[in-house]
């Protein structure tokens, strides 16, 4: 089984700050790793996704992730936020080979304050 | 191309009552999922459809729940009767592939319910 850790509950910063939400997850196999956003009152959209190949993963609005084997992390990071980035965001793990077993971290909500 | 469409967006229902949940899937896409998200559990899987068969319904919580999909086009989640524990946010999600590494999963915007 999969599990996700995403080790802040909710982050708060400034406006054109650098921010970084953390995930670690744990799993016997070898897994697919997603960051999912949900803005207020709507469903949830992907921002990137780790498959294979180069670690560091690029995705919408700016935002990238690291994937880190040897520490289990998939981190979030962009280097200047905006007002408009305040959301949930959700770090989700599957086993490769299954897609469906998708398994969430339980989110981190970000606010960015002016 | 439309995404994930689901009705109600919001319903109030009474203890009791019988609700039901609509979503439309993507077009082309075979896979379709229904999740629960509550504040205290987070996003859980309640079933998982392929090719309009039920693969994987062990997360739903009880009988009280039943999911179908009749067609590549439409699916519905019942809660009958409903209690005030089922107050949550459910979401529809469709994916192009079956069980295919890797897929990006398309959520709908939501039905929120409340069962008063």
């Known amino acids: 089984a999969q599990s996700v850790t995403q080790l802040d509950s909710q982050v708060p910063v400034f406006e054109e700050a650098p921010v970084e939400l953390r995930c670690n997850y744990s799993?016997?196999?070898?897994?697919?790793l997603f960051w999912y956003v949900q803005y207020p009152n709507q469903g949830l959209q992907l921002l990137l996704k780790?498959?294979?190949?180069?670690?560091l993963v690029k995705g919408i609005n700016g935002f990238e992730a690291e994937f880190n084997k040897s520490q289990t992390s998939f981190h979030l990071r962009k280097p200047s936020v905006h007002i408009s980035d305040t959301a949930e965001y959700f770090c989700?793990?599957?086993?490769?080979?299954?897609?469906?077993?998708?398994?969430f971290g339980k989110g981190t909500l970000l606010t960015v304050n002016p | 191309d439309a995404g994930v469409i689901q009705s109600p967006r919001h319903e109030v229902t009474e203890m009791g009552q019988e609700v039901t949940l609509r979503c439309k899937p993507i077009s082309g896409h075979n896979s379709l999922f229904w999740y629960r998200q509550t504040m205290m559990r987070g996003l859980e899987l309640l079933i998982y459809?392929?090719?309009?068969?039920?693969?994987?319904d062990s997360g739903m919580p009880e009988d009280r729940f039943s999911a179908k999909m009749p067609n590549a086009s439409f699916s519905t989640l019942k809660i009958q009767p409903s209690e005030p524990r089922d107050s949550a946010v459910y979401f529809c999600?469709?994916?192009?592939?079956?069980?295919?590494?890797?897929?990006?999963?398309?959520f709908g915007e939501g039905s929120w319910l409340t069962v008063v």
């Open positions: 989700a793990v599957t086993p490769r080979g299954s897609n469906y077993k998708l398994t």
């Open positions: 999600a469709s994916s192009p592939e079956g069980p295919h590494s890797g897929n990006t999963i398309y």
């Open positions: 459809f392929n090719n309009n068969v039920p693969i994987d």
């Open positions: 780790y498959l294979s190949g180069s670690t």
């Open positions: 799993s016997s196999v070898s897994v697919y």
